[in-house]
C-alpha cells in the first residue's frame, strides 16, 4: 500500500538565515512566546502548534509560526495532521553564538520587572 505523500514546509539553509530576519521575528511578543516555549524543550522532540497557548486568532497564530519559519528560528514539520514545531537553536547558536540565550535572558527580566510594576 502506498504511503501517503509528505507535505514538506519551505525552510531556509543554515546558510540563508539573516540576523535581520532573526531580530524582526523575535520582535513580536507572540512570537516570543512562541521562542520561550520551544526553547525548554528538545529540538528533537517539538511540540505541536496546539501545545502553545496563545491568545490569538487561529489565523494569526498561523502567521507567527510563518514568519519564525521564514526567518529561521523555527523548524516545522507534519507528523500527521499535528504541525510539529522546533527551535532551530544549533543553527542559531552557530550562526549568531549567544543571541538566542541573550535575547531570552533579556525577556525573562522584562517579564519580572512587568509582573512587580503590574
Known sequence: ?????????????????????????????????IVRFLWRLDEAEGAPCSAIDLVVTKSTTTHHFRVLREAGV????????AKMNALRRRDLDA????????????????????????
Open 1 to 33: 500500500m502506498p504511503t501517503a505523500p509528505v507535505r514538506a514546509l519551505e525552510h531556509p539553509a543554515r546558510g540563508e538565515i539573516r540576523l535581520e530576519g532573526v531580530l524582526h521575528a523575535l520582535s513580536d511578543p507572540t512570537r516570543l512566546q
Open 74 to 81: 523555527i523548524n516545522q514539520v507534519y507528523r500527521g495532521t
Open 95 to 118: 550562526l549568531f553564538p549567544g543571541l538566542l540565550d541573550t535575547v531570552l535572558s533579556a525577556d525573562a527580566i522584562q517579564c519580572e520587572r512587568d509582573d512587580r510594576e503590574g
